[in-house]
């Protein structure tokens, strides 16, 4: 119990000795800092003509700065927004539904748009492959033929952009061979999958994939 003791005191004894040694630095430090932030609030108006003389500079600066510490950053990001969004819940609810009132026909519109292009349609795909449980495959398993792509049975390995890929070029049944018809809802182009454990087997049309396949 003194031996512990004994090193508390030792320790404050340092604590003390340094605090003396540097506190005319730490204040000469502090004073510094607040002489910059009254000196940059009086030159506001220098420092934005500061950075319109010096634009490229500014923004090659930046970009080295954030290349450099690309991960740290998307790291300290994720965790800032996630924290603040843990601590702020209702205060995030409240502002959504205040804005989605105030901007409805806003949203809708931008929705539609989004829904027509190729990211939306992609995305849309994707959400409901997912919802009908259907897992992506090892690429490896992809075989090309000299006909048409044929997909081996998959195994998960998350890349449901490379199934998109495969899913938006492959043109012909992997069964009947006929050619996929976006217009004639029996000739739609499916994705075949085992029901058991959700993995892709291969690319055709829907009457193979309710009648043919089991």
Request: hydrophobic residues 25%.
């Amino acid at each position: 119990m003194s031996d512990k003791k004994t090193k508390k005191e030792r320790k404050a004894e340092a604590n003390r000795k340094y605090y003396l040694a540097n506190r005319e630095k730490k204040t000469k430090k502090r004073n510094r800092t607040e002489y910059m932030r009254k000196w940059r609030l009086a030159n506001s108006d220098y420092q934005k003509e500061w950075r319109l003389a010096n634009s490229d500079y500014h923004k090659e600066y930046n970009r080295k700065r954030y290349l450099a510490n690309k991960d740290r950053l998307a790291e300290y990001n994720r965790e800032t927004s996630k924290t603040w969004y843990l601590n702020n819940k209702d205060k995030k609810f409240k502002y959504n539904k205040i804005y989605n009132l105030k901007n409805k026909d806003k949203i809708h519109e931008y929705r539609k748009v989004y829904q027509q292009s190729e990211v939306g349609k992609k995305s849309s795909r994707i959400s409901r492959w997912k919802k009908y449980g259907i897992k992506d495959f090892n690429i490896i398993k992809y075989i090309l033929s000299e006909k048409f792509p044929s997909l081996g049975t998959g195994f998960y390995n998350d890349n449901f952009n490379t199934i998109h890929r495969i899913f938006t070029i492959q043109k012909i049944c992997s069964v009947c061979y006929k050619t996929f018809d976006t217009e004639n809802q029996i000739d739609w182009k499916c994705i075949d999958h085992e029901h058991q454990n959700g993995y892709m087997r291969r690319i055709c049309c829907n009457v193979c994939n309710l009648t043919v396949i089991k």
